[in-house]
């Protein structure tokens, strides 16, 4: 697979990235862990070399999973994780006091088998500690040999400015997709000034966009999907006429709805790096695909013209996971 540079840094990783969370936790039962560790490795002999996860994934376990299943090929790979919350869970408080972070570095830092984490994320813009005195804390990280690059995730263009002053970010992680575009307004905008590569996490709408969700289909208890807004019954079928419209277009380009979405991303900008997710071996090697697939002027006009005309309906968090994202 080719390579692409998370902006103006000297990070340089594979043009699709592998999301880990959903091999331990999010998206109802996850696969055993042998089947995970073997789905991690299979992305790297296929060319991924970027591959995300996070304190709070599975509380720490999703790191100890890509720790182990990376080791025989370390050095070959980018690991990205992150910080923000007083407890490795998603949903406790957020948390990126200094001593917090510097205590999570060190716990990541074991859990994932590694003397240096590649780039580290704020995950969550913490209200109550500035961001100055966040970037300042990884820029000391980094000049002790612990981390390499400073990241944030779901912030604000503003946040990402002042964060920029202190310790250049390289790369911001936020949602961005078909049916996603907030990004677009102001963030890219200060990502391509600032030469910060994007990164865009849920790339296929929590799966929505590959086709494969439907008015019937129905949600585990454990399953993230189930208190999300856009997945409620009463909004599906409305927000299926963009993947309908989508795989439209799949099928002049003998492609599926997953690598139209996944490579329209692509064509945003050329440091942006998709991270989509996967279980399955199958939906991995069809993800990675698109790497190689050129989308036709025709192709992001039809796009373009699909996202004017169907609206997408209910919001993409439920409100106990909204009120953390950075305004």
């Known amino acids: 697979m080719h390579k ?10 594979s043009a699709l990235g592998l999301g880990c969370m959903g091999l331990s936790f999010a998206y109802g039962k996850p696969p055993e862990r042998g089947q995970a560790i073997d789905l991690i490795r299979a992305a790297f002999d296929r060319g991924v070399t970027f ?23 370390r050095d070959s790979v980018v690991l990205a994780t992150k910080f923000g919350f007083a407890e490795a869970k998603v949903g406790s408080p957020l948390d990126s006091r200094p001593e917090r972070i510097r205590r999570m570095v060190e716990e990541s830092l074991v859990r994932l ?59 911001l992680q936020s949602e961005y997709s078909l049916w ?16 910060i590569g994007f990164v865009p996490f849920s790339p296929l709408g929590r799966g929505f966009l590959t086709g494969q969700i439907d008015e019937n289909t129905r949600f585990d208890a454990d399953d993230l999907r189930s208190i999300v807004p856009r997945f409620r019954p009463e909004v599906r079928n409305s927000n299926l006429a963009l993947v309908e419209r989508v795989r439209a277009i799949a099928g002049g380009s003998a492609a599926t709805p997953a690598q139209i979405a996944l490579a329209w991303l692509l064509s945003r900008k050329p440091w942006i790096v998709p991270i989509p997710g996967t279980t399955k071996l199958h939906r991995l090697e069809e993800n990675l695909a698109a790497a190689d697939l050129t989308l036709t002027g025709d192709d992001l006009r039809d796009i373009e013209a699909a996202l004017a005309e169907v ?6 968090y439920p409100p106990e996971l909204a009120r953390a994202v950075d305004r």
């Open 113 to 171: 088998r590694t003397d240096r984490i590649d780039l580290l994320y704020q995950h969550r813009v913490d209200p109550r500690v500035p961001v100055e005195d966040v970037a300042g804390t990884v820029r000391d990280l980094i000049a002790q040999g612990k981390v390499r690059h400073f990241g944030m995730s779901e912030a604000s263009a503003a946040s990402i400015r002042r964060a920029h002053v202190v310790q250049p970010v390289t790369a």
């Open 51 to 73: 591959f995300d996860t996070a304190e709070v994934y599975g509380a720490g376990a999703n790191e100890a999973l890509l720790g182990e299943a990376v080791q025989p090929f």
């Open 4 to 13: 692409r540079k998370l902006g103006t840094s000297e990070l340089d990783v």
């Open 311 to 316: 609206q997408i309906e209910g919001e993409r």
């Open 180 to 195: 996603w575009r907030e990004p677009e307004r102001e963030v890219l905008p200060a990502c391509e000034e600032l030469g």
